[in-house]
């Protein structure tokens, strides 16, 4: 989570820095200034959010972390901030494609993962739950902004218009509500996630609901990971090409059961673009 939280903070000292300097360059244009002004105020806020976070998270015992920020991630979002700064830096920068920018990056994995991080805390620290509504209003702020705009309004209507092509039902099966809330946040978009806590819940979930996919981790209480997949297997024998599990402790006969029943597996902290990959090959099956 250590990881993750750095992160998040390196990417809102960066929004804010581009925003300012937009705004200026931008201030003959009163609307679009006074939005990136507010912007950059919003990624002020949300970088001390993250530095309260870190705080928080440093005195706290964490599970191991599910997911890590790959360089994949990281470089096709810290890179959208980079081409503002180069367009701003040789004069090229337009309306349109700032915008352009402003809506990739802000409607990506970025905000899901700060919004998870976030509303972890929310319920324990009052401070967080003013972070998480800032962070709310600040979304709808850009929506807004968007919808008055012509170039905007465009944007936000191609994002509504692609149909999703994963609508399945997936599961979530781990003991640590904090790691599969996080898996959850970066998989939202590809469909409709439940959560279970151990094998046994997860058991009675898959009795009563289709899931496309299953992603489990292994060690657990009450029921681990390969009980679970082995009683699933037993009731529905096709579930065993939608599993992927996830697991901190790969020993050898773990690995040699994944092995032996073909189960793709990945260890954490398992990095995101790899973890969205192994789900969608799974649910275009």
Same mark, same amino acid.
């Given at each position: 989570?250590?990881?993750?939280?750095?992160?998040?903070?390196?990417?809102?000292?960066?929004?804010?820095?581009?925003?300012?300097?937009?705004?200026?360059?931008?201030?003959?244009?009163?609307?679009?200034? &006074?939005?990136?002004?507010?912007?950059?105020?919003?990624?002020?806020?949300?970088?001390?959010?993250?530095?309260?976070?870190?705080?928080? @998270?440093?005195?706290?015992?964490?599970?191991?972390?599910?997911?890590?920020?790959?360089?994949?991630?990281?470089?096709?979002?810290?890179?959208?901030?980079?081409?503002?700064?180069?367009?701003?830096?040789?004069?090229?920068?337009?309306?349109?494609?700032?915008?352009?920018?402003?809506?990739?990056?802000?409607?990506?994995?970025?905000?899901?993962?700060?919004? @998870?991080?976030?509303?972890?805390?929310?319920?324990?620290?009052?401070?967080?739950?003013?972070?998480?509504?800032?962070?709310?209003?600040?979304?709808?702020?850009?929506?807004?902004?968007?919808?008055?705009?012509?170039?905007?309004?465009?944007?936000?209507?191609?994002?509504? &218009?692609?149909?999703?092509?994963?609508?399945?039902?997936?599961?979530?099966?781990?003991?640590?509500?904090?790691?599969?809330?996080?898996?959850?946040?970066?998989?939202?978009?590809?469909?409709?996630?439940?959560?279970?806590?151990?094998?046994?819940?997860?058991?009675?979930?898959?009795?009563?609901?289709?899931?496309?996919?299953?992603?489990?981790?292994?060690?657990?209480?009450?029921?681990?990971?390969?009980?679970?997949?082995?009683?699933?297997? &037993?009731?529905?024998?096709?579930?065993?090409?939608?599993?992927?599990?996830?697991?901190?402790?790969?020993?050898?006969?773990?690995?040699?059961?994944?092995?032996?029943?073909?189960?793709?597996?990945?260890?954490?902290?398992?990095?995101?673009?790899?973890?969205?990959?192994?789900?969608?090959?799974?649910?275009?099956?």
């Amino acid at each position: 989570m250590e990881q993750i939280i750095h992160w998040l903070m390196k990417i809102e000292h960066i929004a804010n820095d581009i925003y300012a300097r937009a705004s200026d360059y931008f201030r003959d244009n009163e609307d679009l200034k &006074e939005f990136l002004d507010h912007s950059a105020d919003d990624e002020a806020a949300h970088y001390h959010a993250m530095g309260s976070a870190a705080e928080h @998270y440093r005195s706290r015992s964490l599970p191991a972390p599910s997911i890590e920020v790959d360089n994949e991630t990281r470089n096709r979002i810290e890179g959208i901030f980079t081409q503002i700064s180069k367009q701003l830096d040789d004069r090229s920068l337009s309306e349109e494609t700032i915008l352009t920018h402003i809506v990739n990056a802000e409607f990506s994995e970025w905000n899901d993962i700060f919004l @998870y991080a976030i509303s972890y805390l929310k319920e324990e620290v009052s401070e967080f739950r003013l972070s998480a509504k800032k962070m709310q209003n600040h979304l709808r702020h850009v929506e807004m902004f968007m919808e008055k705009s012509p170039f905007g309004r465009a944007l936000l209507q191609k994002l509504t &218009e692609i149909p999703p092509v994963w609508q399945d039902d997936i599961l979530i099966v781990d003991d640590e509500i904090m790691v599969s809330e996080l898996i959850k946040a970066v998989l939202h978009r590809d469909g409709h996630i439940d959560i279970a806590e151990n094998g046994e819940e997860a058991l009675r979930k898959i009795e009563e609901k289709y899931y496309k996919l299953v992603i489990s981790d292994v060690d657990m209480p009450v029921m681990d990971g390969l009980t679970f997949y082995r009683r699933a297997v &037993e009731l529905f024998p096709t579930i065993k090409n939608r599993f992927i599990f996830i697991t901190g402790n790969p020993s050898a006969d773990k690995v040699n059961f994944f092995k032996t029943n073909g189960l793709a597996f990945l260890e954490k902290p398992a990095p995101i673009n790899i973890l969205r990959e192994e789900a969608r090959k799974r649910l275009m099956l």
